[in-house]
Every structure is written in C-alpha cells, then in structure tokens.
C-alpha cells in the first residue's frame, strides 16, 4: 500500500522508481513503462523549472485529451512544484478565457489542434509559455526532432511557445532541482466544477487531499480481493476528477498498467484499442456501458479477467448494471463523489454490492443528511448529504464567499445531492437538490423515473426534467432513445406498473441522441 508522503510528486516518483520495468501507460499502440514516464516527465519538469520562466506554485492549464502526453505533462507539472489546472479540450474559447483567467494560469499545454482556438484569446490571458503537441508525438519520440528555425520561439506578445518533444529534449541537459518544502494543505490541482449552478469554480484540491483520496479509495477495493498485475481500461477523460485520481494517482501509484482512450465516443476504435488486452479492470460510467453493451464485436471480447468494473459521475441504472454483468460476467461497484470531494466519498465493495445503493462511506470519511434548516434528519429519511473527510477541498480558487456557502459551520461540506443511509449502512443518493420535480406538493426525483424507463428492453436511455404545469406546478417529462419501435402509449403502460400515477411521465419525447457533457453525463439542463 502507499506509503506516507507529504507530496504526490514524491509519491509517484517512488512508485517510478519501484516499478520501472513494469507498463504503464498504453495509447495509440504503444506503452511506455514507469521508467520511461519517468524520464520524460523529468525531463519536462526541469524544462518548466529551467526554460519557461515559470516558478514553484505557479498555474499550469493542461488541455489534453487521454493521451501518453498526459501522464507525462501532469507528473512534469507536479514534480516541478507547480499547480495543475485540468482543462476539457472541447472548451469553446469562452469557456478557456474564463478558465485560464481564474485560475492565473501562467502556462498552457496544448494539443496542436486546438492552438487556433488560444490564439483567438492569447492576448486576453496571462499565459506566457505555451507547450504544443501532436497527437502521435509519442510514437516516433526516438526520432530526433529536424533542426527548425528557433527551437523555441519568443513571440512578440512575449509568448514563450515550445513544441512538446523539443522540450523534452531541452530538459535533459537541465537538472530537476529539488522542490522546496510543500506540505499535505499545499494545492497541487485546480479542478474545476462543470458551471451548472453557476460559473465555473475551480476546486483547490491539495496534495492531501488527492493522497488520501487514492488510499481511501484502494483500500475499499483491496476489500474484495488483491491486485496484482492489473490492466485497467481508462475511457474517461483524465482531466475529469474521476480518471485523474483513479488511473494517474491510485493505480499508478501502485504499478499497475492503464490503457487510455483518447476518443471512447469512436466505439469501433475503442472495441479495437482494447481487444488485444485481458484487461482486469474497467473504470465508466452509466450511458457507456449501455452503449458498448449494444455492441456485438464487443460481446465478443475476452471477459475472462475482468474482476473491478467502478463507475461514478453519474448514476447507475439497474438496466446497466444487469447488462454488463450478462455481458462481462462482472459486477459493478458504483461509487459516488464530486469534484470537490476528490472525487470519491462512498462506493460499493466489488462483488459484494448493494445495487441502487454508492455504497458505505470511505474510512475517515463522514457522512450526514439535513433538512433545509440544516438539523440532522432521521435516520433513513431523506435530506441534503453533507461530508467531513480529508479528501475534502480547501475551497474554490479566490472565491471566499462561494466556499463559505458550501460549508456548514461545523465544516462539512454540502453537496447539493439528496440521499439517505439505507439501515445496511449504503448510501443512496436519490438525486440533485436542484433537479427534483415538484408535482402538486409531491417530490418526484428524476433518476427513479429513468431507472423505471431504462428498464423496457427498448429503451436504451432516459432523461427526465419537470417543465410547469397549470394543474399541478410541474409535470414530468420524459425523453428517450429507442432501439426499436416502441409508442408513447406503450412506454407509459410501463411506467404504471412500477410509479405511483403523479411519478408517471405526463409528455414523452423520443430523440436519435440525449445531449451529454464530453464525460457522457446526460444533460438534463438542455431538455428543460
């Protein structure tokens, strides 16, 4: 298990050292060992140190989809003192400007493909160094770079811009100096929130924070049985919370190999990029697995090792869940967190879940449900799920009264979801606080709508939203995609048998397509 540290950079580069033989990134093809993310994240770190004109504690913004790249930018970042500042690469400009502003960030790395997008915004940000790279760099690292005019190039806008291997190359002459003293409460990641009640936060999730996250979350999976040599399936994007603590901080801190998928929404690719591997792990969420379940050349994969399925972000149906296991043979133990919390409070034990549930709180974590006055509920009802814990943020970036609404007096953080504690001790998260239905006085809370809707063979997803209604405040509304032919008045019959009559969809829409966030989240906001 991972020992004590005060920093991931110490962290990760223990477990370089310890399981530099071992593979530990694969993409595109090719896998790249410990020792080999080792040396090419050193030698990016001592560049950032020596030739950017960066220093410790500075913000470096990392917009990368799931790419070797990655790993290796985010251990550079870290082990030269800096501060990450994970960025979705479909980002409008607007949404870059907003970020790279807040958070201050003084550096960008950046798929090439997505240069004319900053270059829109260069001059309205603070971003003097800019690191650009192409999706196959990797590939062809040993074939040293052509001599080009300026191997890095000083812009007029005192824009520093390098291409990625070239500092790479840079950084080997340089020396990796030692980072000064940095303590458990220091912020290594600007995570930040996805904007949905608002603007964009950045959560300032610190060294402890993610440490103590990645052990928490270990120890309930070596519950169940041990991990050895493990090969985990990685399609989340890593610069969501879920990936980039699960398969850049736990498992690689732990030697184990995760294959990455730069673009899971290319499903034959996907299919392709996993089938020569008896992958043992998979880390997902709900509309992916119902979408590579639907697959044939999927079902035919080998399952054979497959013993961890987790899934997280969003919530899991009981269609999914009984899909996978007939498909994989594996169960999946669904967890549950937020970018703020590290992302994981609760999550299931593997193999022995309680489905519908995210499972019992992590150790040292605690849980507790109020009302709208903020006074405990009782036990098993229904109220708002607070959590105290040490994967907890500091609080969001330079916004003092945004963190103070979400903490309670006594230190807890609210999370805006509605839950209770079942009497085996899980925890069920009905839904959002902001995403309830309110039909003539009674709560009706979307994802129970949806679990019943998913359940019809036909159905392969659902969104519910509540738009108003003369008669009794909101009604429930309902949009699906189908997999064959299905009517309204079919799909309400079936909503009969399982809801309460005010439960029952009163408008049902079937769409080709659900709107979703780039993390496969279904977007209830859009359908309102």
Not at 219 to 233: A, K, M, N, Y
Not at 307 to 333: F, H, N, P, Y
Not at 338 to 344: D, G, I
Request: aromatic share 8%; proline share 4%; with cysteine.
């Amino acid at each position: 298990m991972m020992k004590n540290v005060n920093n991931i950079a110490d962290l990760l580069e223990d477990a370089m050292l310890k399981y530099g033989r071992k593979p530990a990134f694969h993409c595109l093809g090719q896998t790249l060992t410990f020792a080999q993310i080792d040396e090419h994240s050193r030698n990016l770190a001592a560049w950032l140190q020596h030739e950017s004109g960066l220093k410790q504690g500075d913000r470096v913004a990392i917009q990368l989809p799931n790419l070797i790249q990655y790993p290796i930018a985010a251990y550079a970042v870290l082990r030269a003192g800096m501060v990450i500042v994970n960025t979705n690469p479909l980002y409008t400009t607007r949404e870059m400007k907003h970020q790279f502003n807040d958070s201050g960030a003084k550096a960008l790395i950046v798929l090439k493909d997505l240069k004319a997008k900053f270059d829109e915004i260069k001059r309205e940000t603070e971003i003097q160094t800019l690191i650009t790279t192409h999706a196959t760099d990797m590939l062809d690292i040993e074939n040293k770079s052509k001599s080009q005019t300026g191997v890095q190039e000083q812009h007029s806008e005192s824009l520093l811009q390098v291409d990625f291997k070239q500092a790479l190359e840079q950084g080997k002459s340089n020396s990796l100096q030692m980072r000064e003293s940095q303590s458990k409460d220091d912020v290594c990641v600007l995570q930040y929130t996805g904007g949905t009640t608002g603007v964009s936060k950045g959560a300032m999730l610190t060294h402890g924070n993610l440490i103590s996250n990645a052990k928490q979350t270990m120890e309930r999976l070596t519950t169940g049985f041990d991990f050895e040599d493990e090969i985990l399936v990685c399609p989340l994007p890593l610069y969501h919370i879920y990936a980039f603590t699960v398969n850049l901080v736990m498992f690689a801190s732990e030697g184990h190999l995760s294959v990455l998928i730069p673009n899971p929404r290319d499903i034959s690719a996907f299919i392709d990029a996993i089938k020569p591997f008896q992958f043992t792990g998979f880390a997902g969420l709900n509309t992916l697995f119902v979408g590579l379940c639907s697959q044939e050349a999927f079902r035919r994969l080998d399952f054979s090792k497959l013993k961890l399925t987790i899934s997280g972000g969003t919530t899991l149906t009981s269609a999914a869940a009984s899909q996978w296991m007939e498909v994989t043979g594996c169960s999946i133990a669904e967890g549950y967190g937020l970018s703020e919390t590290s992302p994981v409070l609760s999550i299931n034990e593997p193999g022995n879940e309680v489905l519908g549930s995210v499972g019992k709180p992590l150790v040292d974590t605690d849980i507790r449900f109020i009302d709208s006055s903020g006074q405990d509920v009782t036990e098993g009802e229904e109220g708002e799920l607070i959590a105290k814990g040490p994967q907890v943020m500091k609080g969001y970036w330079k916004r003092e009264a945004e963190s103070d609404k979400v903490f309670t007096p006594d230190g807890y953080f609210r999370t805006g979801d509605i839950g209770y504690r079942m009497k085996s001790g899980h925890i069920k998260i009905v839904d959002r606080l902001k995403d309830m239905i309110c039909v003539s006085g009674f709560n009706v809370y979307p994802n129970e709508v949806e679990d019943v809707l998913t359940q019809h063979p036909q159905v392969l997803e659902a969104a519910v939203v509540g738009k108003p209604c003369n008669h009794s405040g909101e009604k429930v509304c309902a949009y699906v995609t189908l997999s064959g032919e299905l009517s309204k008045e079919e799909l309400i019959s079936h909503c009969k048998q399982s809801l309460t009559g005010y439960k029952v969809p009163k408008d049902i829409f079937v769409l080709d397509e659900l709107p979703k966030s780039t993390v496969g989240k279904i977007l209830r906001r859009e359908l309102r």
